[in-house]
């Protein structure tokens, strides 16, 4: 009781006291070759002169601007239409299968939406009656399918850690089960749809794969044709720049919303359950949409590619490039997981333990790669590696370089929050039992970290896997991982081609998932909120 | 005797706020000293810079007769040879308990039997295999007693090491420890809220008021003759009644008292409630009042009484009451008071 007025204050005392070398440096290294390319993204649209303004800024880019902010909106809300209500269907009601939905809904997630793009377009497509609405809606169709389980987890959770009695103590002051939803419920999960809607709108925006495919015009697009197209470069370094600002708008109103939103957030939540409500005669119901939502966004993607496969494999399609694709994607994925774990512990370590401005600049921009599109990242790469690194561009150390970068806030995320579970005390308790503050680490830190740590690795290599432009654009010549393999299926016409890599990466990022959630569950028993 | 700790000074500010301002404390070779005050006096914070977690402002801290603080110098934790319980253990949960007690040790052979030395000194021999969660909180603090024991610190800190424990358990618990560091023969310094805690625990007692220690005596010395009102109240109920003294004899509301010293004008009489005897009305003996409530607390309660006068005070009774709410009675005082003069 005494201690905790005292408890904080240490820490605003640090303020004035330097971080320690040991960390800053290796910190900073990291920030230095984040901003670097963006810096010099930045140069070249500016160097590019004033004859560029006006290319800018023509009715085309504005049409491209407004098709963008258009289509992230319309699949934000969608996808937080389907997910609300699912978390609240899974946590807090009686819905038959909820354990082994409360597995399905997420699954979406594994499977790239540029691969089930494809699947949606081989099974409602060419020449079927739905080609022409598949035009005007597949972008949003597709993208909302495959990215509500954003919202759909981080509500969830909120769900879960929710406080009952706050609940209890609405029914207690007249307000029946309804209000008591919207009038104290809902404004507590605010914060989680915030966040859930800031992964699911940057996804669309950043989105290659599913506009190319549906033919939808947005920004991205037009960033990338305007790269293959013309040998000067530099309108899509603006263009690309244009996107960042979107992007960073994006990641700051969500913090805003979550700040204002701060106040609702309660504590670790009680042991005791929640009611369930009763669904009655809606039960059955609930759960055919349940049911019918995931078919289409998980059925449907696999029961294609199984169905092409068997088709494909018959006709005599070559599996041989295979085996170096799945070699190939998996060096990217576990060479980017290691490196930005590794960049990202110094940035973590600082900021959780050695708060002062300085830290807190490095974590915020290590976010930053948060809200930039692949395209970019992949871009400015490509501007630094044609004109400054020729030896190391289109290489294997530059892509992986460029995966860091694009997935750094995923480590840094969760080496932040492992760490800040970790009660400082017991790093004290180390120093007071004689062990010097690199040996606190290895024995005490390190440990007790290392479930959130390694759950940080699987989140990086899940998303390089997925991970398309950026592949697209920096890999090394004749390099093909099992994105491009999918992709180039999509090029040469015969979706068929595309089955069996597309099943590869479902597989090869369920079985991460699966150990994600186990390790979720270890960590918790492990930790508990010392 | 030796001063096993000895602070001369300190100072510690956090942004515009002075938590700690020219604290002073010895502490004798052997010796349990506890740091009383109230939340957020910087008793907590004197603690974390003696152990060398904090940084002091200025001042000087001595342990063992090595200066460890002074003006530029400061000695990291790991280099103090000090022991430090924490209020909430800060127990490795990754660890087994052997794994924890050993963790401050040397790599030797004898090792392991350190490590089920001191489990045994805290009676729980034979479980050096579990892990902290498998224990129960009061198993968990012995074991981070254990665990600060071991390296056989120079001094032992102890940071509120009994608010998380059940109230039930905790009477039992102090015991327990104060017993074990008997034995051990360890200097040790509790920081605490809790003035029963303190009085029953230590050798010596320093009352702590922003961030200064304002007493520092034996727990008997502290109850009976605080140094002013604040440490007063601050370690028992106090109350406190006008008088006007002449030499050891104090005329107050409640009749002549006794001082302890002589004194001459204006008084104020410290009244602690066990000193108040309550009569029956017909006694010829004290002054009248009524009794205008209680409260009950099974092995004594507290009467409040109040005088013709108005004024009130408390009586702590043990054992069965024999008047209740209403009763008109005579009160007594029992025993030397003490007074502190009103004049500046």
């Not at chain 1, 009660?423 to 004689?434: I, K, M, N, Q």
């Not at chain 2, 001595?62 to 253990?89: C, D, K, M, W």
């Not at chain 2, 224990?135 to 608010?163: H, M, N, T, W, Y």
């Not at chain 2, 008997?182 to 625990?201: F, G, K």
Request: hydrophobic share 45%.
């Amino acid at each position: 009781m005494a201690s905790h007025f005292f408890e904080t204050k240490p820490d605003a005392a640090r303020k004035r006291v330097l971080p320690p070398t040991l960390l800053l440096i290796p910190a900073l290294a990291v920030f230095l070759v984040m901003s670097v390319p963006f810096l010099y993204l930045g140069y070249r649209a500016i160097s590019a002169g004033n004859d560029i303004w006006p290319l800018i800024f023509r009715e085309r880019t504005m049409t491209l601007l407004w098709n963008t902010i258009r289509l992230a909106a319309s699949v934000s809300l969608t996808a937080t239409l389907l997910a609300v209500p699912f978390a609240w269907l899974t946590v807090r009601t009686d819905l038959p299968c909820r354990r082994a939905l409360n597995v399905i809904i997420p699954l979406p997630l594994v499977i790239p939406s540029y691969a089930g793009a494809i699947a949606l377009i081989g099974a409602l497509g060419p020449r079927g009656l739905l080609q022409e609405k598949l035009e005007r809606f597949g972008a949003w169709f597709a993208l909302s399918l495959f990215t509500f389980p954003y919202i759909y987890l981080s509500v969830r959770s909120a769900l879960q850690g929710l406080d009952p009695s706050l609940e209890d103590a609405s029914r207690s002051l007249g307000k029946g089960p309804f209000h008591t939803f919207i009038e104290s419920t809902l404004p507590q999960l605010r914060p989680a749809i915030g966040s859930g809607v800031l992964l699911v709108a940057l996804y669309t925006v950043s989105d290659f794969g599913v506009v190319t495919l549906m033919r939808y015009e947005s920004f991205v697009r037009g960033i990338y044709t305007q790269y293959r197209a013309s040998f000067d470069r530099s309108l899509a370094a603006a263009l690309g720049l244009i996107l960042v600002g979107l992007a960073i708008t994006l990641v700051v109103g969500e913090s805003r919303i979550r700040r204002q939103a701060s106040f609702y957030r309660t504590g670790s939540g009680s042991s005791r359950q929640p009611a369930i409500a009763r669904l009655g005669r809606w039960r059955w119901l609930a759960f055919t949409w349940c049911l019918l939502v995931s078919c289409l966004s998980l059925g449907l993607p696999t029961a294609m590619f199984c169905y092409w496969l068997a088709s494909g494999t018959s006709a005599g399609r070559d599996l041989g490039g295979l085996p170096i694709a799945i070699w190939n994607s998996l060096t990217v994925g576990v060479l980017a997981a290691i490196c930005a774990l590794l960049a990202a512990l110094p940035i973590a370590l600082l900021a959780v333990r050695h708060r002062s401005s300085m830290s807190t600049f490095l974590e915020r921009s290590s976010y930053l790669g948060f809200g930039l599109p692949g395209i970019v990242i992949a871009l400015a790469f490509v501007f630094v590696g044609a004109r400054y690194a020729t030896p190391f561009y289109q290489t294997l150390p530059f892509l992986v370089l460029a995966m860091v970068v694009r997935f750094l806030p995923h480590g840094v995320g969760a080496a932040t929050s492992s760490l800040l579970q970790i009660s400082p005390r017991l790093e004290e308790a180390s120093r007071t039992l004689g062990q010097s503050s690199l040996a606190t680490i290895t024995r005490i830190t390190a440990p007790l970290a290392r479930p959130g740590i390694i759950a940080g690795a699987i989140l990086v290599f899940l998303g390089s896997m997925k991970e398309l432009p950026i592949v697209l654009l920096l890999a090394p010549t004749e390099f093909n991982t099992l994105a491009t393999e999918t992709w180039s299926a999509t090029e040469s016409g015969g979706f068929g081609r595309a089955a069996a890599p597309a099943l590869l990466i479902i597989l090869l990022s369920a079985i991460p998932t699966l150990l994600l959630d186990r390790q979720r569950k270890v960590s918790a028993i492990e930790i508990p909120g010392t | 005797m030796t001063s096993q700790l000895r602070v001369v000074g300190l100072f510690k500010r956090f942004g515009n706020v002075s938590v700690v301002n020219g604290l002073d404390l010895d502490v004798q070779s052997g010796e349990f000293v506890a740091l009383l005050g109230p939340s957020g006096c910087g008793k907590t914070t004197t603690l974390r810079m003696i152990a060398g977690l904090e940084r002091a402002d200025a001042g000087q801290i001595e342990i063992a007769q090595t200066v460890v603080a002074a003006n530029s110098r400061h000695i990291p934790a790991e280099r103090r040879n000090i022991g430090l319980v924490f209020q909430e253990y800060a127990l490795f949960p990754h660890l087994t308990i052997g794994q924890n007690v050993a963790y401050g040790l040397r790599r030797t052979r004898s090792r392991s039997t350190t490590v089920a030395d001191y489990l045994t000194l805290v009676g729980l021999a034979g479980l050096e295999n579990r892990y902290p969660r498998e224990l129960s909180g009061g198993q968990q603090q012995r074991v981070a007693l254990a665990r600060a024991l071991a390296p056989k610190p120079d001094i032992l800190l102890l940071d509120e090491p009994f608010s998380n424990l059940d109230p039930s358990l905790r009477a039992q618990v102090r015991a327990e420890v104060r017993e074990i560091l008997r034995q051990s023969n360890c200097t040790s310094v509790l920081v605490t809220h809790d003035q029963e805690e303190a009085l029953s625990m230590a050798d010596r007692v320093a009352v702590m008021f922003d961030g200064q220690i304002v007493q520092c005596a034996t727990p008997r010395t502290l109850y009976e003759q605080p140094a002013n009102h604040a440490v007063a109240s601050f370690v028992g109920d106090a109350w406190f009644v006008e008088g006007v003294a002449r030499g050891k004899v104090i005329d107050t509301a409640l009749g002549q008292l006794r001082g302890r010293s002589e004194q001459h004008g204006p008084v104020t009489v410290l009244i602690r409630p066990e000193m108040i005897v309550i009569l029956a009305a017909d006694s010829p003996f004290g002054v009248e009042a009524s009794i205008t409530s209680s409260r009950f607390f099974g092995h004594d309660q507290l009467l409040t009484c109040q005088l013709k006068d108005g004024m009130r005070v408390e009586s702590r009774i043990i054992g069965a009451p024999e008047h209740t709410t209403g009763d008109n009675v005579r009160l007594i005082v029992r025993g030397h008071v003490l007074s502190f003069s009103d004049q500046k």
